[in-house]
């Protein structure tokens, strides 16, 4: 854990959800700031009662539709520029961003839904969409529905966690990577069978 994400995650444990909702919006734009630690570390110090649960998914939610809604912007009015001259800071060279952008090509609102529970593509996702010159309605929808699922998921799993504060370590250092391949699996999985459907025999 970078001093970042620990200094990050202390003025959380300290102020509350507002740090979790300004952490979560500029993640989401590609900062090297905490995400789904934050989130789980947040959800998880509800489970003991010194942070409101709704307070924690509402400004969870807020920040990751927000930070996205700003990155699309971004990609649309700047679109390449931005990833050539900065991206690379970030880790996100304009190689990275060519395969992210085709797969956003092809598979549209259902990828912006998926890319949420998968690192690299959650911070990519809004710039990419926008510079694939993605519908705003469809974005803003499926990264609505995105982020409701993100959340929830992490709120849930954390908050029951959360009864016992001995388990906060463990959640934080492993928790997290078992449930993001967890989570990947079963959306690629999703994904395979509903790209099969869609190619399968017409009737």
């Not at 709704?54 to 969870?60: L, Q």
């Not at 539709?65 to 800071?89: E, S």
């Not at 956003?104 to 926008?130: D, S």
């Amino acid at each position: 854990m970078s001093w970042i994400e620990v200094n990050v995650l202390a003025l959380i444990h300290q102020y509350g959800a507002g740090v979790l909702f300004v952490s979560l919006t500029l993640e989401t734009l590609g900062l090297p700031l905490p995400g789904e630690s934050a989130l789980i570390l947040a959800a998880t110090l509800a489970g003991t009662g010194k942070i409101s649960i709704w307070a924690v998914a509402i400004s969870a939610w807020c920040g990751a539709v927000l930070g996205d809604n700003i990155a699309y912007f971004i990609g649309r009015r700047y679109g390449r520029v931005v990833v050539t001259n900065y991206g690379a800071r970030f880790g996100v060279t304009e190689s990275r961003y060519a395969k992210v952008e085709a797969v956003f090509a092809r598979y549209g609102p259902l990828m912006v839904i998926a890319a949420r529970f998968v690192v690299l593509l959650r911070q990519m996702n809004g710039l990419v969409a926008g510079t694939a010159g993605m519908h705003w309605l469809s974005f803003l929808a499926a990264n609505v529905v995105g982020a409701a699922l993100w959340v929830g998921f992490w709120t849930v799993l954390a908050y029951h966690f959360g009864h016992s504060v001995t388990i906060l370590p463990f959640i934080g250092r492993h928790i997290g990577l078992v449930a993001s391949v967890l989570v990947a699996l079963a959306l690629l999985g999703a994904l395979v069978g509903y790209l099969r459907l869609r190619s399968g025999p017409k009737p």
